[in-house]
């Protein structure tokens, strides 16, 4: 039997390859379509630039430094947490304004000269407790997921050097 000129089994076969012909152009169109739209959700931007005001460390190893971003009110402390001793993991702690370092700084000075054993306040959306150890403070920092970082031990002339309140802006 014929149709047109072509047999039944030859119009079978050019119907499948048009259907397979469309298929790939549809999934092509597909491919890059996505394509497209994946790249349009990335956003380069440039990065804030930070300035370090001040830091301490352990022959020429830095486990806490006092950072701001430029032009920003907001400051915070980048520190190694102690907890890992094998590998070095740094952690953020945002503190905010100006008003807020010098109370923390305040707060740490006052537990070391009243002799306060022990304090927690919350600074942003962590929990910060401080513990005293004979003449230092040593700060657990638990995140908003609960999840515990420890800085390293300072001691007053170190907390007086990490917050230099003449250099705060």
């Known amino acids: 039997m014929t149709i047109n000129g072509y047999f039944k089994d030859e119009v079978l076969i050019l119907n499948l390859q048009a259907k397979l012909t469309m298929k790939k152009t549809v999934l092509l169109l597909a491919i890059l379509f996505t394509s497209f739209i994946s790249n349009a959700q990335i956003k380069e931007i440039d990065p804030e630039p930070i300035i370090q005001i001040s830091k301490i460390g ?15 009110d907001e400051y915070f402390i980048n520190y190694k947490d102690k907890k ?9 702690l945002y503190i905010g304004n100006k008003e807020i370092v010098i109370q923390l700084k305040d707060l740490m000075l006052d537990m ?6 022990k304090k927690a306040i919350e600074l942003n959306k962590s929990k910060v407790h401080f513990k005293k150890r004979s003449n230092t403070i040593e700060m657990s920092v638990f995140n908003e997921h609960g999840q515990m970082s420890i800085v390293h031990f300072i001691n007053k002339k170190q907390i007086n050097k990490l917050f230099p309140t003449d250099n705060i802006k």
């Open 58 to 72: 352990i022959l020429g190893e830095t486990y806490i430094s006092f950072n701001n971003h430029k032009g920003s």
């Open 84 to 92: 890992y001793q094998q590998i070095t993991d740094f952690k953020t």
């Open 112 to 117: 070391l000269k009243n002799k306060i054993k």
